[in-house]
């Protein structure tokens, strides 16, 4: 089945630890995006890959970066996680820009102790 | 500021009877809405979706409404089984704009046997 992977599903990181979060996706779809979720509120959307262009919120902290070495994968960095970044990330994907609905991973729960 | 807004966190309803969630939004420029389906830890399922083109899309036991002039969409579920006990999101685009969704905060939705 095609899909959107996430690893892991649970990360825990120390304050100020670097932490790498992964997503690959079999539907070769053009566009990958990350999203921070926190408790009880609206997925945010943190950036987006559409192809190799990287498309940055304005209001992501510069703590927040992303790679995409090739169309099936996507990594989240946290340069130094904080209490507060703590959250559920979520992966997703879509065959284009602007059109059509995404889809998404299951998700990776980051806990910062 | 929150352009899409879910006030209801949380609905129960019997089973075989109609469930009714609700979304409001803001900003005049979405064009496209979409519900999705979200059960604990996996990622939200994209259900169904409506173009601001039209006021009713239907897929089966669920049907999107959406009212531009009011600036608000539903979504009905009919009859409502318990495997759609989920957390419900309703998300937003503008076409044009990167395909960015903005989501609500989501509401729970209980269906008992």
């Known amino acids: 089945d095609a899909m959107v992977i996430q690893n892991p599903r649970y990360q825990v990181t120390q304050f100020g630890k670097p932490v790498t979060l992964s997503c690959s996706q079999t539907?070769?779809?053009?566009?990958m995006y990350w999203y921070q979720q926190k408790s009880s509120q609206a997925p945010k959307l943190l950036f987006h890959?559409?192809?190799?262009?990287?498309?940055n919120e304005a209001d992501t902290p510069d703590n927040f970066q992303s790679r995409r070495p090739n169309t099936s994968f996507c990594f989240l960095d946290i340069r130094s996680p904080g209490l507060g970044d703590a959250a559920m990330y979520l992966c997703?994907?879509?065959?284009?820009?602007?059109?059509?609905?995404?889809?998404f991973g299951p998700g990776t729960r980051l806990t910062v102790t | 500021d929150q352009q899409v807004k879910q006030n209801s966190p949380s609905l129960s309803v019997q089973e075989g009877r109609i469930s009714i969630l609700n979304c409001d939004y803001t900003?005049?420029?979405?064009?496209?809405f979409l519900w999705y389906k979200k059960y604990p830890a996996e990622g939200p399922t994209f259900l169904i979706s409506?173009?601001?083109?039209?006021d009713k899309n239907e897929d089966g036991r669920f049907t999107v409404f959406l009212n531009k002039s009011a600036k608000h969409l539903s979504l009905h579920i009919v009859p409502s089984q318990p495997g759609d006990s989920a957390v419900y999101f309703c998300?937003?685009?503008?076409?044009?704009?990167?395909?960015?969704?903005?989501f609500g905060q989501g509401t729970t939705l209980q269906v008992k046997p």
């Open positions: 997703a994907t879509s065959r284009d820009q602007g059109v059509g609905e995404q889809y």
């Open positions: 539907l070769n779809h053009n566009v």
């Open positions: 890959y559409y192809d190799k262009d990287f498309n």
């Open positions: 900003n005049s420029m979405f064009d496209y």
């Open positions: 409506i173009s601001s083109i039209k």
């Open positions: 998300a937003a685009s503008a076409r044009g704009n990167t395909g960015k969704l903005i």
